[in-house]
């Protein structure tokens, strides 16, 4: 599977296919700053995150626009955990973000902050995953 942040990143900056029609700039599921660690050069940059409609988009600033452009976006569908990451990076209020294959790290500015974006990435991880389709959820209050 392609890394996590390739697929991410892509080749270069996401494209507007990569946003299937999301308008990342209004009525966002969760907004703010997040510290994340870039995969190359593992130095920590602080970037305005975005949750909206199963992708979670970043971007250099917070002013976000019609206009602006994503520094990077993930589908969740393609995330299987997020969790607290404190005891992995030795950092007070860091999660982790991981697929098969590959996991991103943050850092929140508070435990209340974090425990939200765990909350709300979680939340849509579920709400966007694969593996369930409408067809293979029973109802139970539904059957007579």
């Known amino acids: 599977m392609v890394s996590l942040w390739r697929a991410a990143m892509g080749a270069s900056q996401p494209n507007a296919d990569d946003y299937d029609g999301v308008e990342f700039w209004s009525a966002a599921e969760r907004a703010g700053?997040?510290?994340?660690?870039?995969?190359y050069i593992k130095t920590w940059r602080?970037?305005?995150?975005?949750?909206?409609?199963?992708?979670?988009?970043?971007?250099?600033?917070?002013?976000?626009?019609?206009?602006?452009?994503?520094?990077g976006v993930i589908p969740v569908a393609d995330c299987l955990t997020v969790k607290g990451a404190e005891d992995v990076?030795?950092?007070?209020?860091?999660?982790?973000?991981?697929?098969?294959s590959d996991t991103m790290y943050f850092i929140a500015d508070a435990e209340k902050e974090k425990e939200d974006w765990i909350n709300?990435?979680?939340?849509?991880?579920?709400?966007?995953?694969?593996s369930v389709t409408d067809d293979e959820i029973l109802d139970y209050d539904s059957r007579k």
């Open 120 to 130: 709300s990435i979680g939340r849509s991880i579920v709400q966007h995953s694969r």
């Open 89 to 100: 990076l030795n950092r007070q209020f860091a999660f982790e973000l991981s697929t098969r």
């Open 46 to 71: 602080r970037r305005w995150f975005v949750l909206k409609q199963g992708k979670l988009f970043w971007f250099k600033e917070s002013n976000v626009t019609r206009a602006s452009r994503p520094r």
């Open 33 to 39: 700053w997040l510290t994340k660690q870039g995969e």
